[in-house]
């Protein structure tokens, strides 16, 4: 199992230009959260998933889009980038039943000049 | 609106020696904790976690300890190793609810 996977690992970006970071799980995990970290702030909750067709809100939605039509796959999209948006963002998986435990991937740093 | 805080930004110990860190919350409705280890360029892992219905949760040299009237959790690592250097994150959430809250995080300094 690759477990939570992100892409890419790094990206730089211009105020306003688009991108989408990429993020798949291999498990079949019901949940899947999009989290961005920032110094001082800990891991703050952007959107997340809890199936395919289903997404919703959390903590720092605003500036980001998200959408989920499989299990595996659950993309973050920045529509128009500003540089408070630079960060380093987060996936997260986790079955929805039980445990809250959640499987993070690698994290994606981005750099919004 | 921060509604769980780790206020000791880092913390340094001697190999062999208790590692203590902290977590307070605000919000009473959170029912179940969590604490993550986070190492350089990682994913945060998951290490333990505890319920609101204990007071105490052991998994080997980490025991999480919860004091819901005071709105407190710690981790103990006993003994502590230099591997245990990392950021700890503690998180929490309330069960049946999406969304979790984390900590900012304490950096852990294993001295060997």
């Known amino acids: 199992n690759a477990g939570v996977t992100q892409t890419p690992k790094f990206q730089v970006l211009k105020t306003g230009q688009s991108m989408t970071l990429q993020c798949a799980q291999d498990?079949?995990?019901?949940?899947m959260s999009w989290y961005r970290q920032d110094p001082g702030m800990g891991l703050r909750l952007i959107h997340y998933?809890?199936?395919?067709?289903?997404?919703d809100q959390g903590e720092v939605p605003n500036g980001y889009n998200v959408s989920r039509s499989t299990t595996e796959d659950f993309p973050l999209r920045l529509l128009s980038a500003a540089p408070s948006q630079t960060s380093v963002y987060f996936c997260?998986?986790?079955?929805?039943?039980?445990?809250?435990?959640?499987?993070f991937g690698p994290g994606t740093r981005l750099t919004v000049t | 609106d921060q509604q769980v805080k780790q206020n000791s930004p880092s913390l340094s110990v001697q190999e062999g020696r208790i590692s203590i860190l902290n977590c307070d919350y605000t919000?009473?409705?959170?029912?179940?904790f969590l604490w993550y280890k986070k190492y350089p360029a990682e994913g945060p892992t998951f290490l333990i976690s505890?319920?609101?219905?204990?007071d105490k949760n052991e998994d080997g040299r980490f025991t999480v300890f919860l004091n819901k009237s005071a709105k407190h959790l710690s981790l103990h690592i006993v003994p502590s190793q230099p591997g245990d250097s990392a950021v700890y994150f503690c998180?929490?959430?309330?069960?049946?609810?999406?969304?979790?809250?984390f900590g900012a995080g304490t950096r852990l300094t294993v001295k060997p």
């Open positions: 919000n009473s409705m959170f029912d179940y």
């Open positions: 998180a929490a959430t309330t069960q049946g609810n999406n969304d979790m809250r």
């Open positions: 997260a998986s986790s079955s929805v039943w039980g445990s809250y435990e959640q499987y």
């Open positions: 505890i319920s609101s219905i204990k």
């Open positions: 998933s809890v199936g395919a067709g289903i997404t």
């Open positions: 498990m079949n995990h019901e949940y």
